[in-house]
């Protein structure tokens, strides 16, 4: 799940806590002071909070592939990415769920923290589109910081940039390892999938081109009779 390093740990820890301790279908508000101090309330009392977890049924949501593949390659362009790595993550992080809230309160697909989300202004979380738009976003920002290498991108997303840089390299964390390989696995055969697809369609098409050159031209009138 992507965490933001600039956010202090006794923070992503108090929010976790704030984030189990509420009702399973409580909105979730969020305000930014000057100071960069982040407070989280399911009661708004001022007007300068603003929601990042919308009141959603916990139960499992059916996304199909036709809505989402669309989505997928329009983010994947924009940030170029390949949409079988996009597609990977989302595997990896919420198996194609898009009300999946982890413990730690991680929202969507991509599972974007609360933090992240504002900080990639991602308004609801929930939303596919939004939720890969922003998870898109920030793969492509840590790709960029850390000079193309995947698997520390990946580590990045996972266990927070600065994490990564303080180990200078993929940290010592089971959790952060497992999820670098669990994603590279996923997008190898994501991939491979992608090839074959387009492999079988190149046939396809090549076939139909051969089967209609070799076919009897049609008369453009009738014969006479005779």
Same mark, same amino acid.
Request: net charge positive; proline share 8%.
């Given at each position: 799940?992507?965490?933001?390093?600039?956010?202090?740990?006794?923070?992503?820890?108090?929010?976790?806590?704030?984030?189990?301790?509420?009702?399973?279908?409580?909105?979730?508000?969020?305000?930014?002071?000057?100071?960069?101090?982040?407070?989280?309330?399911?009661?708004?009392?001022?007007?300068?909070?603003? #929601?990042?977890?919308?009141? /959603? *049924?916990?139960?499992? %949501?059916?996304?199909?592939? =036709? $809505?989402?593949?669309?989505?997928?390659? +329009?983010?994947?362009?924009?940030?170029?990415?390949?949409?079988?790595?996009?597609?990977?993550?989302?595997?990896?992080?919420?198996?194609?769920?898009?009300?999946?809230?982890?413990?730690?309160?991680?929202?969507?697909?991509?599972?974007?923290?609360?933090?992240?989300?504002?900080?990639?202004?991602?308004?609801?979380?929930?939303?596919?589109?939004?939720?890969?738009?922003?998870?898109?976003?920030?793969?492509?920002?840590?790709?960029? #910081?850390?000079?193309?290498? /995947? *698997?520390?991108?990946? %580590?990045?997303?996972?266990? =927070? $940039?600065?994490?990564?840089?303080?180990? +200078?390299?993929?940290?010592?964390?089971?959790?952060?390892?497992?999820?670098?390989?669990?994603?590279?696995?996923?997008?190898?055969?994501?991939?491979?999938?992608?090839?074959?697809?387009?492999?079988?369609?190149?046939?396809?098409?090549?076939?139909?081109?051969?089967?209609?050159?070799?076919?009897?031209?049609?008369?453009?009138?009738?014969?006479?009779?005779?």
């Amino acid at each position: 799940m992507p965490n933001v390093g600039r956010i202090p740990a006794i923070l992503s820890i108090s929010a976790a806590l704030f984030l189990s301790a509420l009702p399973s279908r409580a909105d979730v508000y969020q305000y930014i002071d000057a100071n960069g101090t982040i407070s989280l309330t399911n009661v708004p009392n001022d007007p300068r909070y603003r #929601r990042v977890i919308a009141e /959603l *049924p916990r139960s499992r %949501a059916v996304i199909s592939d =036709g $809505e989402l593949e669309p989505v997928i390659a +329009r983010h994947s362009r924009a940030h170029r990415l390949h949409p079988a790595l996009i597609r990977a993550v989302i595997k990896t992080e919420s198996d194609f769920d898009p009300l999946a809230v982890s413990r730690a309160g991680a929202v969507g697909l991509m599972q974007l923290m609360p933090q992240t989300a504002v900080r990639l202004d991602v308004r609801d979380s929930y939303n596919p589109d939004e939720n890969i738009g922003g998870g898109t976003k920030y793969l492509r920002q840590l790709l960029d #910081r850390f000079n193309g290498n /995947l *698997p520390l991108a990946l %580590a990045a997303y996972n266990a =927070g $940039e600065h994490t990564v840089e303080r180990y +200078r390299g993929l940290p010592p964390i089971p959790e952060t390892r497992q999820y670098v390989q669990k994603v590279l696995r996923y997008y190898r055969t994501f991939l491979t999938n992608d090839r074959l697809s387009s492999s079988r369609a190149y046939r396809a098409q090549a076939l139909g081109a051969k089967a209609r050159a070799l076919a009897p031209s049609l008369p453009t009138r009738s014969p006479d009779r005779p």
